[in-house]
Nanobody
């Protein structure tokens, strides 16, 4: 069992930065691929980023590539999402996810997910 708690969301102006954190409980954190997805009001859920259990492989949605960076610290049971050059279209609730591998993260086949943290980017 893994429980995920996101933090770090907030209100930021376009062009600004935020760093999201996801703290995981459970001793098996390091065996899971982790990721982030987001959902804006009235829109479908959107994959944002994924990272393998070792941190050696990362994947990004085209819409965030070059602006967002996903990382993890297995010693701290935490995954991060550094978001730079934020745009109003990045607004949404960001959810942390865990799955058996990055393919399942990218396909939305999560084993666990958190409650989400709100990110609002003003123009």
């Amino acid at each position: 069992q893994v429980q995920l708690v996101e933090s770090g969301g907030g209100l930021v102006q376009a062009g600004g930065s935020l760093r999201l954190s996801c703290a995981a409980s459970g001793r098996t954190f390091s065996s899971y691929a982790m990721g982030w997805f987001r959902q804006a009001p009235g829109k479908e859920r959107e994959f944002v980023a994924a990272i393998s259990w070792s941190g050696g492989s990362t994947y990004y949605a085209d819409s965030v590539k070059g602006r967002f960076t996903i990382s993890r610290d297995n010693a701290k049971n935490t995954v991060y999402l550094q978001m730079n050059s934020l745009k109003p279209e990045d607004t949404g609730v960001y959810y942390c996810t865990a799955a058996a591998n990055t393919r399942r993260v990218r396909d939305g086949l999560y084993d666990y997910w958190g409650q989400g943290t709100q990110v609002t980017v003003s123009s």
